[in-house]
Every structure is written in C-alpha cells, then in structure tokens.
C-alpha cells in the first residue's frame, strides 16, 4: 500500500490564485482530514470527511472548501490565496467501524504539500 | 477534549532511554492518551496510545500514573532517527474521533550523538 499520498508536494501561488490539493489514500479508510501546520506549531484540523458524501468543517475552514465524491480521494481548494495560508498542509485518514472497539482510531498522515503565498 | 503540557525541549544520549513526560491533570474518565511524533518535514507518526494501563509496542511504552493526571513515553534505546518533535495528545473515542486530533507545540527531543 502506498498509504496517504500528497501532491504537490511543494506550490508558489500569487496572492488571489486558486489552486486544489490532491489526496489520495489506498487503505480503504472512511474518515479523512485536512491540517495545516505553520512554522513552530502544532497542526490545526481545517475540513474532516466520515465518508464519501459527508463533509465538516474543523478548527480553522475559512478560505478553504473540500469534497468527497469517493472513499479514496479528498481534494482540498484554496480560493482566492492569501499571505496567511503560507503553510505545510498535511492530509490524513482513519478507519472507523462504528461499534468496534474503540481504542485506536490511529491516523495515518501523508507527506505534506510546502505552500507559499506570495 | 483535555488540554496537555509538555516540556519544550528535551535532550537525550544515543543508546539511553528516552523518557518524555506529558501532563494531563483534566483528563476524563473516557479520554485516552495518545503519542504521535513528527520527523522533522514529515507528516505525524502514531506511536502508543493507552486509557489507563501501561502500554508497550514495538516502538515505546507508555506510562500512565494510577491517577492518569500525567504519564511517560519511553524509547527504550533511543537512536539519531529518533530526533523529533513528540506530541501527547488526549482525546475521547465518541464518534471514532472524527473530529480529528489536537496537536499542541508538542517536545522536540534531540537525541545526541
């Protein structure tokens, strides 16, 4: 399996772009996630997906909208870029079988997206 | 979900014990802790997760105090690969963690050669 791919991995957008992050995961996992995480801090939760059709939004959504039209791909959208989403943005899944047991919910990040906005 | 400390930084020998400490004094009965580390340019790594036993895989274990208000993360023989930043993460399960996890600044251990 080749997990949770990214691309690009890296990106230089102008100020006012739009561009869409790729990712694709071969786990079969129901839930996926998009962070971003900015210089020296933690990773903040921008969208999440329970499954194909279903999306939410998380800690920091605005300037960013997101679908699921398969279990395997989750695209992230930047309209309109801005300086503030000068970021690393990471995609991740988990597996969730509702009443399982409900120990893990390991998530399983991809390599990351460096993006620029300048 | 309950919040965690965690020291900044931490230094550590090659070949010794990596022992990183995390504070949860607000966990919930139903919350577990979960560890994760971040090589540096990577995404996340899950490493241990555990709600009130000490726990042990192939990569650490995991102690949680009786009163589960802190526990440990150990690297038995910590190796350079294992420089990273380290987060302890507290969370409940109730909808499979849906709504993601929440990473703080986290411990940037250095192992030294």
């Known amino acids: 399996n080749a997990g949770v791919t990214q691309t690009p991995k890296f990106r230089i957008l102008k100020i006012g772009q739009s561009m869409t992050l790729q990712c694709t995961q071969d786990?079969?996992?129901?839930?996926m996630y998009w962070y971003r995480q900015d210089p020296g801090m933690g990773l903040k939760l921008i969208y999440y997906?329970?499954?194909?059709?279903?999306?939410d939004k998380g800690e920091v959504p605005n300037g960013y909208n997101v679908s699921r039209s398969t279990t395997e791909d989750f695209p992230l959208r930047l309209e309109l870029a801005a300086p503030s989403q000068t970021s690393v943005y990471f995609c991740?899944?988990?597996?969730?079988?509702?009443?399982?047991?409900?120990?893990?919910?390991?998530?399983?990040f991809g390599p990351g997206t460096r993006l620029t906005v300048t | 979900d309950a919040k965690t400390t965690q020291p900044t930084s931490m230094d550590c020998a090659e070949g010794r014990a990596a022992n990183l400490p995390c504070n949860h004094s607000?966990?919930?009965?139903?919350?577990?802790v979960y560890w994760y580390r971040q090589i540096h340019s990577q995404g996340p790594q899950y490493i241990i997760h555990?709600?009130?036993n000490n726990e042990t895989n192939e990569m650490a274990s995991l102690i949680i105090t009786e009163d589960r208000k802190s526990s440990t993360l150990i690297l038995p023989h910590a190796t350079l690969r294992d420089t990273a930043v380290y987060y302890c993460i507290v969370r409940g399960v109730s909808g499979g963690g849906a709504d993601g996890l929440t990473f703080g600044k986290g411990t940037h251990l250095i192992i030294q050669p």
């Open positions: 786990m079969n996992h129901n839930y």
């Open positions: 997906s329970v499954g194909a059709g279903i999306t």
């Open positions: 991740a899944s988990s597996y969730f079988l509702a009443g399982g047991r409900p120990t893990s919910y390991e998530q399983y």
């Open positions: 607000t966990i919930s009965g139903n919350e577990y």
């Open positions: 555990g709600l009130k």
